[in-house]
């Protein structure tokens, strides 16, 4: 008898800034970036952090509306997605979302 080993990586990786740091006025809206592809995504969000998407992950966010998410695609910077009120409480998956982007750019 034949014995699979199947072994699930999950992290959750949490980006500033946190709700209680927003500025008065200034809205944040929580939402989880999804990687279900087998290689890291690298991600550009300016004046917060470069994320580095594990494979197989999902990692929880905090972002201000307006926000802009970049990634890279032939050498230069794209925007992938504005952050808005819609994007509350969703889970993005974030591959298909770049490859729709990349689709669109070719």
């Known amino acids: 008898m034949e014995t699979l080993l199947l072994t699930l990586i999950f992290s959750l990786i949490l980006v500033s800034p946190e709700p209680e740091l927003a500025l008065e006025g200034e809205t944040v ?60 409480g969703k889970t993005l998956k974030v591959a298909k979302l770049i490859k729709e982007k990349k689709k669109k750019l070719e």
């Open 29 to 88: 809206v929580t939402f989880t970036l999804r990687n279900e592809s087998a290689r890291s995504i690298p991600l550009i969000i300016p004046g917060v952090m470069k994320p580095n998407l594990l494979p197989i992950s999902n990692s929880g966010v905090h972002l201000k509306v307006g926000q802009e998410i970049f990634f890279r695609h032939k050498g230069k910077k794209r925007l992938l997605l504005t952050v808005d009120e819609s994007l509350e």
